[in-house]
């Protein structure tokens, strides 16, 4: 590949992230569903016909951004899942983490949420729930490595946890949705969190 290559893909990777960043922005602010292309161009500050010189449809520019969460989410997830020597630290800084991401990027569970609702398979709904699964191995590993520990119940079943765990993030986001504000996560976190460890640590023996 020879520089005058190089300097022409990075604008465009730059404009294809911009589009990226300018979906969950609009997607903070309204409906998913109801962001047009003449939105995202106007976000950016490109024509429509710009636009599809980045992407040839809409469905594209959703796949790319479906890509850009997992490749950002993920990362986050595993190193919280790596943090500590103790599972249950791991698990307390995988939560803080993810929920320091939906706050810094509000857009983010209401993209999430409008993908899994649609009725019909994509695959921008499958990139999703990929990563969802990806995610729920990640707890389903430290929650092993905690009943291993003994920080758990020894009946604890792993993958009903892991979407306990995701559940209580979707609820803590749900209410902040209500709220109208990310913010309002932080002060709610604490009980939550306290709450799913109860949860997991009945019938531990003293």
Known sequence: ????????????????????????????????????????????????????????????????????LEATLLPLVQTAAQSSPDPLTSLGNIFRAHLQFVQENPGVPRFIFNELQRPADSPVKQQVAAMLQTYSGILIRVLQQAKTAGQVSPNLEERSAATLFIGSIQGLVMQAMLLGSSTSIQPMMAGVWALYLSAIRQEVAP
Do not use: C, Y
Not at 14 to 34: C, K, W, Y
């Open 1 to 68: 590949m020879n520089a005058a290559t190089v300097s022409l893909r990075q604008p465009a990777e730059a404009r294809q992230a911009e589009m990226v960043q300018a979906v969950l922005t609009l997607a903070a602010q309204q409906e998913p569903a109801s962001i047009t292309t003449t939105d995202i161009a106007k976000a950016v500050g490109l024509s429509q016909g710009a636009v599809f010189r980045h992407f040839p449809n809409k469905q594209a520019i959703w796949l790319n951004v479906a890509q850009w």
